[in-house]
């Protein structure tokens, strides 16, 4: 006679297959995949332990449990994710939204209210999923959010979720910024580039260097080519009171911070959840904003 597999079996054997496969989180992994097979939140699975699992569940979370247990990021599999909030649909076109990224968006929305600025012009390198863009449009309906990518799937995707979030003030653009740039200035810029050198890339975890794009990892060079290419870019997209926030990876912050200072920024930084200098901020410094006669 087949066994029956109720919540709590899976649950216990879920938790012991993905240690065996260095899954992090093995028991919650296994309660969100099984929440997400049932429709239910996760919560409600500590109430039905004894209820057991159809034909047609256990081969959905069959194939599910097969994916995670290859490494494949737990979003792709579940296809969305939540970012500030809302809820966002991820897939491999484009890097997973991280909580380091929630604290740039956060930034940006204190002081554009510190400002008492009701409206700005926002430009978004790099968007991906759309989450900063269509995040900040949703909190600045008077603004005007310009969001570029490379990448046609990436650009497909976060349009898919600006009509998922309801915003209408996001405009999407295909533009390779290293060799392009918009015929406009902008009050603030923002950018999570690509930041990983070549040399790192093997040392990333299998769901992040196995799954995810590697054109959104990494720069094939030292992991600084695209904050080079802001410090020339930026002086002259920048309107004259306005401000950039990009983010950054592990050690970088030196080679940043001299790189937008031989631009004429004043640059500070925040750090992330873990306390690693994540985030840079720069404007233009007061011996740059001099104007000569």
Not at 137 to 147: D, G, N, R, W
Not at 242 to 271: D, H, Y
């Amino acid at each position: 006679m087949e066994k029956v597999w109720t919540i709590i079996d899976l649950i216990t054997w879920g938790k012991a297959y993905f240690e065996e496969k260095g899954v992090d989180s093995p028991r919650l992994t296994m309660e969100i995949l099984i929440a997400h097979v049932l429709q239910k939140a996760r919560i409600q699975l500590y109430t039905q332990f004894d209820r057991p699992l159809s034909d047609t569940e256990l081969t959905t979370l069959r194939a599910m449990i097969k994916r995670r247990a290859a490494r494949e990021p737990l979003q792709y599999i579940l296809g969305e994710t939540e970012f500030y909030g809302l809820p966002f649909a991820v897939s491999p076109a484009a890097l997973i939204p991280r909580p380091e990224t929630e604290l740039l968006t956060e930034y940006v929305l204190k002081r554009v209210k510190q400002e008492s600025v009701s409206e700005v012009s926002i430009l978004d390198i790099g968007t991906g999923t759309g989450c900063i863009a269509i995040s900040l449009a949703k909190h600045l309906p008077e603004s005007s959010i310009y969001a570029l990518d490379v990448s046609d799937s990436a650009l497909e995707l976060a349009k898919s979720n600006a009509e998922r979030n309801g915003v209408q003030n996001v405009q999407f653009g295909k533009i390779n910024i290293l060799e392009t740039i918009p015929k406009r200035r902008f009050s603030i810029i923002l950018s999570n580039p690509p930041y990983i050198s070549t040399k790192d890339m093997s040392e990333l975890e299998p769901e992040v260097g196995d799954h995810e794009p590697r054109i959104a990892l990494t720069d094939n060079d030292d992991g600084m080519r695209f904050y080079r290419r802001f410090a020339e870019i930026f002086p002259g997209m920048l309107e004259e009171d306005g401000w950039f926030a990009v983010e950054m990876g592990f050690g970088q912050s030196e080679k940043i911070k001299a790189l937008f200072a031989a631009a004429g920024f004043e640059t500070s930084f925040i750090n992330d959840f873990a306390g690693i200098l994540r985030i840079c901020i720069g404007s233009r410094s007061i011996k740059a904003n001099v104007k000569t006669l």
